[in-house]
């Protein structure tokens, strides 16, 4: 028997749309941007050839175009993996949900999912200006933690040696870190051969989670050092963004293909920061439209 899904668990507007992002089903497209900014939804998608659809909705701004022959959908998230989690489920049942039976669908949809946003480098090779793609993401939101199948689908090891490093224990921290591996194949395409390779911290918030210490202290005031000083087979964390992780561990559970590509704008090891990116987040657009 399908599994059905009633009205209190996925909300579908009168107009036949899903409750947040506002989209029906046939808007999407199986290619998939997104941004965290709703005002960065018209710069990628000033450079389709065409588009079919656009709304507006809350901090989530959607459109669906075509470019070099690709439809390709482009919509912005707001920040933090709180957001992602409506994101990606609303996505996932738009794609393989009946909006008319509310069951399952017959046939899996698989979709392609690339965040596009900025973020801080934490090593020497990662200044202003690097575009970092994401191969490992550390969710220190918990977000994943609430989902069947997380253990199976994250890098336990790595979590054990991430958190033995640290040395977080009790309520320190927490919710405790989980690792989640992006898609290869598609990190593979978009990456190619001119992006640092990334293993990136989605945190919990901009300031404490990250380091940032303005009139509270931190809890663990050697953070930071002691993340930019971690290694495990070869791996060293790169960068901090928000939303990696809940993007890479919801699409590897539903089926999905995704990856997060990032623009340093700020290098936490050597405090150099840099406000005026558009210019080169552009830049990053551009190649992830072509690769896509």
Request: hydrophobic share 35%; with cysteine.
């Amino acid at each position: 028997m399908k599994k059905y899904f009633p009205s209190s668990e996925l909300i579908i507007n009168e107009d036949g749309s899903v409750f947040h992002l506002h989209v029906k089903p046939e808007q999407l497209a199986d290619k998939v941007i997104l941004v965290g900014d709703p005002g960065r939804v018209a710069l990628v998608a000033s450079h389709f050839d065409s588009k079919e659809f656009e709304v507006e909705s809350r901090e989530f701004n959607t459109c669906t175009g075509t470019y070099k022959g690709k439809r390709i959908t482009v919509l912005s998230t707001g920040i933090g993996c709180d957001n992602i989690d409506i994101v990606v489920n609303e996505l996932d049942a738009l794609a393989n949900i009946d909006f008319n039976t509310r069951e399952e669908k017959d046939n899996f949809r698989q979709l392609e999912l690339v965040r596009i946003g900025t973020c801080g480098g934490l090593q020497p090779n990662t200044p202003v200006g690097t575009f970092i793609c994401s191969r490992k993401s550390i969710g220190f939101d918990g977000l994943l933690n609430f989902y069947a199948g997380r253990d199976e689908a994250c890098d336990l090891e790595f979590e054990k040696a991430f958190l033995a490093h640290m040395g977080w224990t009790g309520n320190m921290c927490t919710p405790a870190p989980y690792v989640i591996d992006e898609d290869p194949e598609l990190s593979d395409r978009i990456a190619q051969n001119d992006m640092v390779n990334g293993v990136t911290i989605a945190a919990g918030g901009f300031f404490g989670p990250q380091g940032r210490e303005l009139r509270v202290p931190l809890a663990d005031p050697k953070q930071n050092e002691k993340i930019e000083a971690f290694e495990y087979k070869g791996y060293k964390i790169t960068n901090f963004e928000m939303e990696s992780s809940a993007l890479a561990g919801l699409s590897k559970l539903m089926g999905h293909k995704a990856t997060t590509v990032c623009m340093v704008i700020a290098n936490r090891l050597i405090k150099e920061a840099n406000t005026g990116y558009r210019n080169t987040i552009d830049t990053l657009i551009k190649t992830v439209l072509d690769r896509i």
